[in-house]
């Protein structure tokens, strides 16, 4: 059983910073790509960055230059630092992982809960 859980959300003023934190645990035996989502209130789901286990990283558009994906493979948790943000980056963020679990031989991609950004006055 694989287990991917979001951590850090919270309320900030424009402009601030929030580090969100992704942790997947269970019977990992390879944690492939890395990706951070966010869904807005009556939006679709949309990719924000996402990062290899070689360490190449994406980032959308609107983001780039604000926010940093990062991982720390050894405690299979991936990062995303938000700085500068807005009341436009208000969205639930989610993390999603590609695992491939201990005896499977393909690798399959698992979501998180998801976490609450709120970027307001």
């Known amino acids: 059983q694989v287990q991917v859980v979001e951590s850090g959300g919270g309320l900030v003023q424009p402009g601030g910073s929030l580090r969100l934190s992704c942790t997947a645990s269970g019977s990992i035996f390879t944690l492939d790509v890395m990706s951070w989502y966010r869904q807005a209130p009556g939006k679709e789901r949309e990719l924000v960055a996402t990062?290899?286990?070689?360490?190449?990283?994406t980032y959308a558009d609107s983001v780039k230059g604000r926010f940093t994906i990062s991982r720390d493979n050894a405690k299979n948790t991936v990062f995303l630092q938000m700085n500068s943000l807005k009341p436009e980056d208000t969205a639930v963020y989610y993390c999603?992982?590609?695992?491939?679990?201990?005896?499977?031989?393909?690798?399959?991609?698992?979501w998180g809960q998801g976490t609450q950004v709120t970027v307001s006055s």
């Open positions: 999603n992982a590609y695992i491939r679990s201990t005896g499977v031989s393909r690798v399959n991609p698992y």
């Open positions: 990062i290899t286990s070689g360490v190449s990283t």
